[in-house]
């Protein structure tokens, strides 16, 4: 039933940006803290980001801390992923999800792509 949309990855040089959205198909989804992931090739999918359902606390990978942001707009059951100075290290595919169990489906992610 819960359904997750990531959308704007892309192709970026090293020390760009991208803000990437995660729309989500229920509103009771803003009662839920909201995480975001990154899996890159060969890797493990790894938390990188979460947010509280109020948005009042966050928490982040060392891997991205000062460099990504998350934030939600609950009325829109949306929530963001601000990252900036990004690396080619930050080359993955990003998915949005629940931070901690129960996970929901995973959506099919946006492919970011960090790059010269």
């Known amino acids: 039933q819960v359904q997750f949309v990531e959308s704007g990855g892309g192709l970026v040089q090293p020390g760009g940006s991208l803000r990437l959205s995660c729309a989500t198909s229920?509103?009771?989804?803003?009662?839920?803290?909201m995480g975001w992931y990154r899996q890159a090739p060969g890797k493990e999918r790894e938390l990188v980001a979460s947010?509280?359902?109020?948005?009042?606390?966050?928490n982040y990978a060392d891997s991205v801390k000062g460099r990504f942001t998350i934030s939600r707009d609950n009325a829109k059951n949306t929530v963001y992923l601000q990252m900036n100075s990004l690396k080619p290290e930050d080359t993955a595919v990003y998915y949005c999800?629940?931070?901690?169990?129960?996970?929901?489906?995973w959506g099919r992610g946006t492919q970011v792509t960090v790059s010269s």
């Open positions: 999800n629940r931070p901690r169990a129960p996970l929901y489906e």
């Open positions: 229920g509103r009771f989804v803003s009662m839920y803290a």
């Open positions: 947010i509280t359902s109020a948005g009042g606390s966050t």
